[in-house]
């Protein structure tokens, strides 16, 4: 079954940085396009990044665009998102997205905090 599992969430200051990771199984890793979604207390999930199966293209939610950066390493199947310059109202659940076999899968989530 697929199962995709987040790491690399935690307390940081506004301005600083933060890597996240999502590794990947149960399903062919480079066939599928890969997303992050981010809920924050009170307010919907939504899509911050989404990258295309062979990495060529991506997008990005607006309020994050020139700050954060969705890359995939399809030999490890990984998806990361590089997140900088992180303000308070990055604070939210972070979590990794595949469409698979006609259906949603999402990881548990992890926590990004931005405070100081």
């Known amino acids: 079954q697929v199962q995709l599992v987040e790491s690399g969430g935690g307390l940081v200051q506004p301005g600083g940085s933060l890597r996240l990771s999502c590794a990947a199984s149960?399903?062919?890793?480079?066939?599928?396009?890969m997303s992050w979604y981010r809920q924050a207390p009170g307010k919907e999930r939504e899509l911050v990044a989404v990258v295309t199966s062979a990495g060529g293209s991506t997008n990005y939610a607006d309020s994050v665009k020139g700050r954060f950066t969705i890359s995939r390493d399809n030999a490890k199947n990984t998806v990361y998102l590089q997140m900088n310059s992180l303000k308070p109202e990055d604070t939210a659940v972070y979590y990794c997205?595949?469409?698979?076999?006609?259906?949603?899968?999402w990881g548990q989530g992890t926590q990004v905090t931005v405070s100081s």
């Open positions: 997205y595949a469409y698979v076999s006609r259906k949603r899968s």
């Open positions: 149960g399903f062919t890793f480079s066939s599928h396009a």
